[in-house]
């Protein structure tokens, strides 16, 4: 079993649309929870970040964590064409570095 | 500010030739991760550094890899002997502290013939 399991899609949806992405974990030493955005044949762009469960909104972009399922999840309000990208979840574990696992992506197409 | 940046963003190699991939971390970070990415997988962790030393390298290959982060100059990773089975995305990372958030670079794209 990985430690970060996450749908790969692709995902495909209409403009405007709310996009739900997940990923389930199950080290419960993970205490560092972040979503990247990677476009295609680039480096990966941090979205979100947070440290503990609950919800964190940014704009368009809502994170969640739920530590008691070891789940998290990012939702994408009125999705753009420009949001096209594979999505990945991250986590670390705290005390002395940030090693990220990462989750498989998940490609998302929105398409006008 | 610049982002953190890696060079060669392609390179191409024959089986048995040496790679050399450069990072050149952002402004003021001195924490440098490296990751492996294979075509349709997620980032695999592979090296931890600070300035000259090596903290984790629980992520490489025992053979053939190797990392270094000098005092002066960027990040190196090494790959001795490329066999097919390297080609993939490497990618870089910095932060300015153990527990901040990780800034990625483009990535170098190795391709093995």
């Known amino acids: 079993q990985k430690e970060v399991e996450q749908d790969p899609g692709p995902l495909s949806v209409p403009e405007g649309a709310i996009v739900s992405l997940n990923c389930t974990y199950s080290n419960s030493a993970f205490q560092y929870f972040m979503w990247y955005r990677q476009y295609s044949r680039k480096g990966p762009e941090l979205l979100m970040y947070t440290y503990s469960s609950g919800n964190k909104e940014d704009g368009r972009f809502t994170a969640q964590v739920d530590k008691s399922s070891k789940y998290i999840s990012l939702f994408i309000r009125d999705s753009q064409p420009s949001d096209s990208a594979t999505y990945l979840c991250?986590?670390?574990?705290?005390?002395?570095?940030?090693?990220?696992?990462f989750g498989a992506g998940t490609r998302l197409a929105v398409h006008p | 500010n610049a982002g953190v940046m890696q060079n060669p963003r392609h390179l191409v190699r024959r089986r048995g030739q040496e790679a050399r991939l450069r990072c050149s971390p952002m402004?003021?970070?001195?924490?440098v991760y490296w990751y492996r990415q294979l075509p349709e997988e997620g980032l695999k962790f592979m090296v931890y550094?600070?300035?000259?030393?090596?903290?984790?390298e629980s992520g490489m290959p025992k053979e053939r890899f190797s990392a270094e982060f000098p005092k002066e100059g960027p990040s190196i990773l090494r790959i001795q002997q490329v066999v097919r089975g390297d080609s993939a995305a490497y990618f870089c990372?910095?932060?300015?502290?153990?527990?901040?958030?990780?800034?990625f670079g483009p990535g170098t794209r190795l391709t093995v013939l």
């Open positions: 402004k003021g970070h001195s924490h």
């Open positions: 550094l600070q300035k000259e030393n090596i903290i984790d």
């Open positions: 990372a910095s932060s300015p502290s153990t527990t901040d958030t990780q800034y």
């Open positions: 991250a986590m670390g574990i705290s005390g002395g570095y940030n090693k990220l696992i």
